[in-house]
Every structure is written in structure tokens, then in C-alpha cells.
């Protein structure tokens, strides 16, 4: 049986969850990449959680809770393209011209494949030479919570103790539960696992990057935008070092893809706007959050900022700026994460012990009124912008910053509310990582050296997606003349 | 980007700070200008993931060495522990020695191994001594049970509760 049955449940799981709450009405090709690349994080996002509620319930057949819930998925899609079929669903804005010059073209789509095989090359034989990874987050935390999962059987709660601080029990379980999954079909805790999932997760976001500024903005800046991420040589490091960091990229990138992809359907076709793709948007959010704690921050940073754009934008609406039920987009997200966040909930208040973060409140105070924590801080934030990604001469930072400024941004009053709500997000994350480091329990140089870095690369594919949707491309004009 | 000029051909493009069209004395666009020197800084570092990948002729995890420093070298040791619980644990000291604990908790998963000496069994790991239990042992309660090899030793503490 091997791998390839779990593999084939986990992604089928996906795509149906996918498929479920997918309402546009794009073109096959970039729609269908689009819908796969995420399928195979929801697909693993699930697998986690059916793995977690079956030992939460003293289950032991997984396969049959895998096919209850393929069965159920199954189900509901159909009786929602029953339901679909009076109401027609959102049209893409991909039927607007992106035409770049042909020899243009031809030299992006060859970077691209040049990045891709580069990325694939060092990706495969780091998979083969490090399956523990090449760090101590892979073994020493979630692979290590993933053998308390699967060797544990119903005494698997013995490994989220105060004993073993260094392990960081709180850390939420989607890695080591989807890894344990996959290890009980296996009957065997199989290093290949762990190591071929973050290969998964690497290049599923590449994939979701791709897929969806192909769609909004034509493959010109689609494929610049994942030549950027697949050039970024600690993002393919850490990917396959099985570095959590990573598949926590791909659910901030997947909120915040689906979050522009509803709201430019929704001002392009004016048609009505269905609830589906907020509500994946919010299940990619509660997964974030299930991922690692920095994913709680980002699902309090999206919903409040939708909220924020909201009341804003209801202030100025007009004609060419139309006011959208903001109250009940924030409403879905929220539905979409709820489920998933409420089993970190569970999780964090009755099985995993107090995290570190908040173990000496009585400090916090002092550190927060210590001026030279807030120089240190942004003293090594403005580094690692520079920094981060390990690039080779020039900082990916730097590049997309000059491409931003040198070829110039698209009409700026038509901002989409996703696409500001989404900045606005990642703004507020960024923020909420500054003031942990202000409160840190950890001699905070050591913390910011150790992190910041793969902090900056959680963020990184939202802001090279972010940044692709908004730099100016070609019109025709521009490609006839060229 | 002054090579991509030419005086004779014009092209329209905006200003990111103004948007208004202004007329650049350029053969390329300069989106298309900015758009190569972005894939150029691509590709350069696409060489340094490329050359810093490991060889093909490495051996598997022959860096960290986790297969072999933890489940290999603990093997005889769990068969020989209980199922679950907690047991102590008893190390080198020095900078690598933490690493050493971490992989003999990963070996021997789901028993939770405290790094304390206050427990009925003791877990000895001394991957650097090439024999024996070490000469001064930290508690006078601490007996070897028995000697695994490789370093790895298993006490039996008379003292804990």
C-alpha cells in the first residue's frame, strides 16, 4: 500500500474541500492548478484534524473516518452543484487582457523553468541527503510531538507535558497529527514522511502563487512571481528542512489569494457574491492558527482588518467604489476558521501546558517601557529585511521593492478591499511579531537571531503575491509597440 | 538600463509616485526593463540554490546523523524500558550534550525522558566515553543496571520516590 493510498486519500480530501466552497467560473487550466495546489495543504490541514478528533475520541480505525469523511464531502458537493446550478457563481477577472511582447515572454517562461528545475534539483537531493531535516525543529519538536501522536495510541496526551519545555508542547499539531496520520496507515514512523510533506508544502506554494496571479493578472506576473519565491533559497532550505514556517506561508498566501480572488470577482462582474470562497479563506486561516501560534495572530489580523476596510470603505462608497457587505464577509471568514480554531482551543486549554511566551508576566512591563528593546528590535528588523531569503548579491526585498517602484503600480483608486485588507493583515502580524520580541522571556538577541528570519519568510509569498497584483504589467498597447 | 536606451524611440510609461503618463526617451518599456533585472537577480540566486545543494554521492542523513545517533543507538535501551511514563536522564556536559538529549527523547518517544536524576530509572548517554559508566556519578543512589554499549547506560535510581 505504502504511501500512495494515504497520499491519494489526503489530497481527494482537499479537493473536495476545495471544490466545495469553489464558486467561480474561471478558465479550466489555471482555475484547476489553482484548486490542486490547495488542495494538497487542506488536504494535509484535514488529514490533521480527522487524525486529532479520532485519538481526541479513541477511534482507532482511521481509514474508515477517512472514507465517513470523503463520504460526507462527497455529499455536501453535490448537493451544492445542485444548489449552484440556479445561482451562478462569481466570473474571474481573467478575461482582461495581460498581453505581454512574445520575446518577453520567452525569456520569463525560461527563467521560470530554469528557477523551477533549480528548486526541484535542490529540493530532491536535500530531501534525500536531511529526511530528519538539517535543524533540531524537525525532530526535536515536530516530528517528536508526531511519534508521541502515533507510538503514544491512547497515552498519546503523555507527551504534551511541562517536562519536556524545550519540546514546546503548546506548539498547535498540524504537522505532527498529519505526519502521524500518514505513519498509522504506514504502520511504521517513516522519516520519508515528514520530509516529503514539507517537500509538498514548498512547492504547493509556489503553486497557489502562481496559479492565482495567473488568474488575476495574466502569466507575465505570474511567473515573476514564482520564479521570486522559487529563487528564495532559504524558503526551499526550510521548506524541505521541515521548518513549520513554511506550510504556515502557504495558509497566510491561501487566505489572503482567496480573500482578492472573491473581491476582484465580486467588483469585475458584479454578480452575486457567494459565501464559498470567504469561507475557504477562513478555513485556510484556522489551519494557520493550528499550524503554529504565529497563525493566531495573522487570523485575529485578518478578521479585524476586514472589519477595519470595511468601516471605512462604507464611509466613502460610491459609484466606482461600491460598498460591500463587509459585516458579512467578516462573518464568513470567521465561520470558516471557527472549527478549526475552536480545536486549538481545546487543545491549548485542556491538553498542551502554558506556553513560554507569557511566563514571566511580572517583567513584562519593565520590557515594554525598555526604549532600547524597541532600537534592538527595529535595528534587526531593517537587517533582515535585507537579509532574509539568503539571496545571492542582491536581497529579493530589494528586487521587489525596485520592481514595485520602477515599473509602477496599476490605477491606485482601484485597490481592491481584499487587497488592502490583506496588507493592512500582514501589517498587523508584523506588528504583533515586534511585540513579542518587546516581551520576550528569551535574552532577545538571541530570539531575534534565531527567528526573525523565518518570521520574515512566513510573510514572504503573501507579499510577493501582493506585490505582483498591484506592479504595473503590459496592456496592448505596450506589447504592440514592443 | 542606459544600454536598453535609444534617443530615437520613445515609449510611454508612468511615474509610481505621480501616475501621470510621462514620455521616457526608452526602447524598452520600463516594465519590462524592471522586469528583467528582477528575474536576473532570480536567477542568480537559483545558481546559489543549485550550488549549495548536496551532492548527489552524499549518504542519507549523514550530517545530523539522527537515524544513526538516536533511534540505532537507543534500540537495545527501549526494548528494555517500560511502554510509557517518565525516566530520568543523565548526560555530558557541554555545548553538544543538549543535542544529545533531544535525540535520545526522539529515539524514545512515547516515554517522556526528564532531564533529572530524581527518577526510578535513569537513562545514561555518553556517546563521547568509550566504556563503562562514567567514574563520578551525581547521586550516590544511582546503580548501572545495565550497559547497552555505544555509550548508552541504564540506572536504576534507589533514592526517588
Known amino acids: 500500500m505504502g504511501l500512495i493510498l494515504p497520499a491519494v486519500v489526503c489530497f481527494a480530501l482537499g479537493f473536495l474541500l476545495v471544490s466545495l466552497g469553489w464558486s467561480r467560473q474561471g478558465s479550466l487550466l489555471p482555475d484547476l492548478l489553482l484548486r490542486a495546489s490547495l488542495a494538497v495543504g487542506y488536504g494535509l490541514g484535514v488529514f490533521s484534524v480527522t487524525f486529532f478528533l479520532a485519538r481526541v475520541c479513541r477511534v482507532g480505525n482511521l481509514m474508515l473516518v477517512d472514507l465517513l469523511v470523503l463520504g460526507l464531502l462527497t455529499a455536501a458537493l453535490l448537493l451544492a452543484a445542485r444548489a449552484s446550478r440556479a445561482a451562478p457563481g462569481l466570473t474571474g477577472s481573467e478575461t482582461r487582457s495581460h498581453t505581454s511582447p512574445a520575446w518577453l515572454q520567452r525569456v520569463l517562461t525560461g527563467a521560470f523553468v530554469i528557477a523551477l528545475c533549480g528548486a526541484l534539483y535542490s529540493g530532491l537531493l536535500r530531501l534525500r541527503a536531511y529526511p530528519h531535516g538539517d535543524g533540531w525543529d524537525a525532530f526535536a519538536i515536530w516530528n517528536l510531538h508526531a511519534r508521541f501522536l502515533f507510538r503514544g495510541g491512547p497515552h498519546w496526551r503523555d507527551g504534551f507535558t511541562a517536562l519536556i519545555p524545550w519540546s514546546h508542547p503548546d506548539y498547535p499539531l498540524l504537522l505532527p497529527a498529519t505526519i502521524a496520520h500518514f505513519w498509522t496507515y504506514l504502520g511504521r514512523d517513516d522519516p520519508r514522511v515528514p520530509a516529503s510533506i514539507g517537500f509538498c508544502f514548498t512547492f504547493a506554494t509556489v503553486g497557489v502563487l502562481y496559479s492565482a496571479l495567473s488568474i488575476l493578472r495574466g502569466r507575465a506576473r505570474a511567473m515573476l512571481g514564482a520564479s521570486a519565491l522559487l529563487a528564495t533559497p532559504s524558503f526551499i532550505e526550510q521548506g524541505v528542512w521541515q521548518y513549520a514556517d513554511i506550510p504556515l506561508s502557504f495558509f497566510y498566501l491561501a487566505t489572503i489569494v482567496l480573500l482578492c480572488l472573491h473581491d476582484e470577482g465580486t467588483w469585475d462582474a458584479s454578480s452575486q457574491p457567494t459565501a464559498g470562497l470567504l469561507a475557504l479563506g477562513g478555513v485556510a486561516a484556522g489551519f494557520a492558527a493550528w499550524t503554529k501560534n504565529e497563525g493566531v495572530l495573522f487570523l485575529g489580523a485578518i478578521i479585524f482588518a476586514r472589519q477595519v476596510i470595511s468601516i471605512r470603505d462604507a464611509r466613502r462608497a460610491s459609484p466606482q467604489r461600491p460598498k460591500i457587505a463587509f459585516t458579512r464577509h467578516s462573518g464568513l471568514l470567521l465561520a470558516g476558521s471557527a472549527p478549526v480554531f475552536l480545536l486549538v482551543i481545546y487543545f491549548k486549554h485542556w491538553i498542551a501546558p502554558p506556553g513560554d511566551l507569557f511566563s514571566d508576566p511580572s517583567s513584562m512591563l519593565h520590557k515594554v517601557l525598555n526604549l532600547t528593546r524597541y532600537g534592538a528590535i527595529i535595528n534587526w528588523y531593517v537587517k533582515d529585511f535585507f537579509r532574509f531569503g539568503h539571496w545571492l548579491l542582491i536581497p529579493g526585498s530589494l528586487l521587489l521593492a525596485g520592481v514595485y517602484f520602477v515599473a509602477g503600480i496599476e490605477d491606485r483608486d482601484a485597490a481592491r478591499p481584499g487587497f488592502r485588507t490583506s496588507v493592512l493583515a500582514l501589517v498587523l502580524t508584523l506588528a504583533g511579531y515586534f511585540a513579542v520580541y518587546l516581551i520576550t522571556p528569551y535574552d532577545i538577541y538571541w530570539h531575534l537571531r534565531f527567528s526573525l528570519g523565518r518570521l520574515f519568510l512566513q510573510l514572504w509569498p503573501a507579499t510577493v503575491f501582493l506585490s505582483f497584483l498591484r506592479v504595473r504589467g503590459f496592456d496592448r498597447r505596450f506589447a504592440e509597440k514592443a | ?161
Open chain 2, 1 to 161: 538600463m542606459a544600454s536598453l536606451t535609444s534617443d530615437a524611440e520613445h515609449c510611454q510609461t508612468y511615474n509610481a509616485a505621480s501616475f501621470s503618463p510621462i514620455r521616457l526617451p526608452m526602447k524598452l518599456p520600463r516594465v519590462s526593463v524592471a522586469f528583467l533585472v528582477f528575474l536576473l537577480g532570480c536567477l542568480l540566486s537559483t545558481a546559489r540554490i543549485v550550488w549549495d545543494a548536496p551532492m548527489p554521492s552524499l549518504q542519507p542523513d549523514s550530517k545530523l546523523g539522527v537515524g544513526r545517533r538516536s533511534d540505532r543507538r537507543f534500540a537495545a535501551l527501549r526494548a528494555s524500558l517500560p511502554q510509557r511514563g517518565v525516566t530520568g536522564y543523565l548526560g555530558e556536559s557541554g555545548a553538544a550534550a543538549l543535542g544529545d538529549y533531544y535525540l535520545a527523547q526522539y529515539a524514545l518517544a512515547p516515554l517522556v525522558v526528564d532531564h533529572s536524576v530524581n527518577h526510578a530509572l535513569v537513562v545514561g548517554n555518553f556517546p563521547s566515553s568509550t566504556g563503562g559508566a562514567p567514574a563520578a556519578l551525581p547521586s550516590d543512589h544511582l546503580q548501572l543496571v545495565q550497559d547497552f554499549g555505544d555509550g548508552v547506560l541504564l540506572f536504576a535510581n534507589k533514592g526517588a520516590n
